[in-house]
């Protein structure tokens, strides 16, 4: 009997030992690691999430959408509730397009908490992955960025990023007013890392819209033109821009090669530029118009002044010539314009003289922004006439020496459509500004109908003529600069104008880099601009004139 109580002695001791020791295993657990455990359990079965915010979508004038955002599915784990890695892996990899290895190696990473396994993709896969109910594993509803007309204008608007942030064009320089305020989500898991609750704890404010000025219609239009452009010329680009000469609205802005916008990045960068801002080039004869309106503005000419023009000018240490060779001949000041004759133009810049040269030039914006609304704009090049050498009066009136951008060109021309008034060309509905006056308005109407010779049957572009109307407009074409020199076989071929002559309501600019089969801008540009303008004049109601 004794014997016996002793046994129960010792178990009621060993009883109590055990007892005291799970009191004491509690107490640590609660008193001294319960945060850390806490902590551990919270990251198990509680993800906070990034929400973004729907951002605002971009329209044409006409409320057309060229950039909206819809839902997609967003595909994440926390590997520490991942029961089967290589199961899980499995069962995902077809649903999401990536490798069993690769999904893998990221389950079975229990140090991770929290894993984006796909993102954005089309919500029909982000339900099929629901059904699949792997523990760990789940799918929630993020904005996505889609353009419905693929690249049509895709350098203007740009791209936006995976994490919802604009990286080129109108999506990224307007971010701020497109993204929003985007929000948090808290995700509530259980045991079995199966969602039980979905809270938005920061909800999203989704961000504005924003209004183009271009027209999709015309934008279409002008992207077909510079596409049969690169089928004929086959051109390391092309650009054209239509404008509103009265107020500065861009119409249609395009760069050609396109660009897929869903895309955007892995295309080249030279497609992925908006070269009508951002590219400086030589613009050649264009800039004849701007060395005769100084000529006009400082009464050193009229468009009957005449000239003797030999076959070949001297300027210090280079020989100008024509584009045809030629005896000598008299030209007044109008059939210089209208013939592009670079001797003759450059006669008319000596006597306007290098500082008065360089006044008119800077007048008419070259050598600064134009201050547009669109990303990315390049100044352009313009020396000051203390960087002159003793050529640069032979080379300078005719265009060459100096970098514009298309934008720049069509500001300047702007100017003389619009009786001697520029604007800030925009491209946001509402971001227009009153104009600035650059010439007088009969200087500005005297040259335009000395334009209109250029599409004349003695001018430089009788392609560009459309029946019914009276345009008026010029061609340039220029040696690409080369290694400390000029190339002889890279030009820029570029023509504008604008329509009706005596009423301009439309301006168009092309721009073609390095054409191949042909280099002449009234042979390569002009033609173009004459599709364009048959487009748009009826397409605006712009009555024959």
């Known amino acids: 009997m004794v014997q016996v109580d002793r046994r129960v002695g010792l178990l009621f001791a060993a009883s109590l030992l055990l007892l005291a020791a799970a009191g004491l295993r509690a107490l640590w657990l609660v008193g001294v690691d319960g945060h850390s455990l806490r902590s551990r359990a919270a990251a198990q079965q509680v993800q906070v999430l990034h929400a973004p915010a729907r951002r605002g979508t971009i329209t044409d004038r006409n409320g057309v959408e060229l950039a909206v955002s819809e839902d997609s599915a967003t595909v994440f784990a926390n590997p520490r509730l991942v029961r089967n890695p290589a199961d899980a892996a499995a069962r995902l990899a077809p649903a999401i397009g990536r490798p069993v290895d690769a999904l893998l190696r990221i389950l079975s990473d229990s140090r991770r908490g929290f894993v984006y396994l796909a993102r954005q993709i089309d919500p029909s896969r982000g339900d099929a992955i629901r059904k699949l109910k792997i523990p760990g594993i789940d799918v929630t ?38 993204h929003g305020r985007d929000g948090t989500r808290r995700v509530v898991s259980d045991a079995i890392g199966q969602p039980v609750s979905i809270v938005d704890v920061k909800p999203s404010t989704p961000g504005h819209d924003i209004r183009l000025t271009i027209d999709s219609a015309i934008q279409q239009q002008v992207e077909g033109v510079l596409h049969g452009v690169g089928q004929s010329f086959h051109p390391r680009g092309a650009t054209a821009l239509v404008m509103n000469p009265r107020n500065g609205e861009i119409l249609a802005l395009a760069n050609w090669p396109p660009v897929d916008a869903q895309r955007f990045g892995e295309s080249p960068a030279y497609a992925r530029q908006n070269r009508a801002v951002g590219a400086s080039y030589e613009p050649g004869s264009t800039l004849k118009a701007i060395t005769v309106s100084g000529a006009l503005e400082e009464r050193l000419v009229t468009p009957d002044t005449v000239f003797s023009v030999p076959p070949a000018l001297q300027v210090a240490d280079r020989t100008i010539h024509d584009s045809e060779a030629h005896g000598y001949e008299s030209l007044t000041v109008s059939r210089i314009l209208a013939q592009s004759s670079n001797i003759g133009t450059d006669e008319i810049g000596l006597r306007l003289g290098k500082d008065k040269f360089d006044k008119w030039v800077r007048r008419f914006g070259f050598g600064r922004s134009t201050r547009i609304d669109i990303p990315g704009e390049a100044a352009g090049i313009v020396p000051r006439p203390a960087q002159y050498s003793g050529a640069s009066m032979g080379n300078l009136p005719i265009g060459q020496g100096l970098a514009v951008t298309p934008v720049q060109m069509a500001a300047a021309y702007d100017a003389i459509a619009n009786g001697g008034v520029a604007h800030r060309p925009y491209a946001i509905a509402g971001d227009g500004t009153p104009g600035r006056r650059v010439i007088d308005a009969g200087t500005a109407h ?41 190339s002889s076989s890279k030009y820029f071929s570029s023509f504008i104008g604008f329509a009706p002559a005596r009423n301009p309501r439309l301006l168009v600019a092309v721009m073609v880099d390095e054409p191949q089969s042909a280099i002449y801008g009234g042979v390569v540009a002009a033609p173009a601009f004459q599709k364009i303008a048959s487009f748009v004049l009826p397409y605006m109601r712009i009555p024959p004139g």
């Open 141 to 178: 509803t993020e904005p996505r960025r889609r353009y419905p007309h693929g690249s049509l204008a895709s350098q203007l608007i740009g791209a936006v990023g995976t994490d919802g942030y604009g990286l080129a064009g109108i999506e990224q320089s307007r971010e701020r007013v497109l």
């Open 446 to 486: 005297t040259v335009a109908h000395m334009l209109e010779g250029v599409l004349g049957p003695r001018g430089t572009a009788p392609e560009a003529k459309i029946p019914g109307y009276i345009l008026a407009g010029k061609t340039g074409t220029a040696q690409k600069a080369d290694a400390g020199g000029y």
